[in-house]
Nanobody, 122 residues
């Protein structure tokens, strides 16, 4: 499956952005999709995930209450809605797909998009 992330940009603290991950190739509904982010000099961090099997979602602790994830299997897209953005959310955001369940570990995802940059200023 091929993934393409978009929607990044620059925003002031307290603002919102919506990232989209568009998939093509194999049956999108058979894949769990997650968002990760990587800030300069830091490891890639799990942000949120959407399960293929039951539609369940899992939100990382650092963004819980501010970010939500949703998917539209008919449109082959997964959306990350980011509200109340903080400067600490500045990073390149990646979407990733796996045939298994939601995992917070990068190595469980064989498919990755190219990343989209989010910059939050104070």
């Amino acid at each position: 499956v091929q993934l393409q992330a978009c929607g990044g940009g620059a925003v002031q603290a307290g603002g919102s952005l919506r990232l989209s991950c568009a998939a093509s190739g194999r049956t999108f509904s058979s894949y769990s999709v997650a968002w990760f982010r990587q800030a300069p000099g830091k490891e890639r961090e799990f942000v949120a995930g959407s399960s293929w099997s039951d539609g369940g979602t899992y939100i990382g602790d650092s963004v819980k209450g501010r970010f939500t994830i949703s998917r539209d299997n008919a449109k082959n897209t997964v959306t990350l809605q980011m509200n109340s953005l903080e400067p600490g959310d500045t990073a390149v955001y990646y979407c990733a797909a796996s045939g298994g369940g939601i995992s917070t570990r990068t190595y469980d995802y064989p498919y990755w998009g190219q990343g989209t940059l989010v910059t939050v200023s104070s």
